[in-house]
Nanobody, 124 residues
């Protein structure tokens, strides 16, 4: 079955960096668009970034542009999120997700498979 497992979260000071990974199995990873979302306590799940199946096309939420970089390695069935210049407001649980839609969607409902999440905490 489809499995997405995030890792790489943790506690970091403001201005620091983290690299999240999402290991995929149980489906043809290279055929799926992937995305990162995040959810802070008491808030709705928020779109972070998405990457096309080949990795050639990426799209970011405005607040992440220039700070976050999404990438993937289809040979390793793994997606990444490099997060730089982290801010306390970036603190959240980060989720990776897969969709068989080729078009760019920021709506979580368009993504059919989800990981369990990894916690990111940015201290001020």
């Amino acid at each position: 079955q489809v499995q997405l497992v995030e890792s790489g979260g943790g506690l970091v000071q403001a201005g620091g960096s983290l690299r999240l990974s999402c290991a995929a199995s149980g489906f043809t990873f290279s055929s799926y668009r992937m995305g990162w979302f995040r959810q802070a306590p008491g808030k709705e799940r928020e779109f972070v970034a998405t990457i096309s199946s080949s990795g050639g096309n990426t799209y970011y939420a405005d607040s992440m542009k220039g700070r976050f970089t999404i990438s993937r390695d289809n040979a390793k069935n793994t997606m990444y999120l490099q997060m730089n210049s982290l801010k306390p407001e970036d603190s959240a649980t980060y989720y990776c997700a897969a969709t068989n839609y080729a078009l760019i969607y920021t709506d979580p409902s368009r993504f059919s498979s989800w990981g369990q999440g990894t916690q990111v905490t940015v201290s001020s």
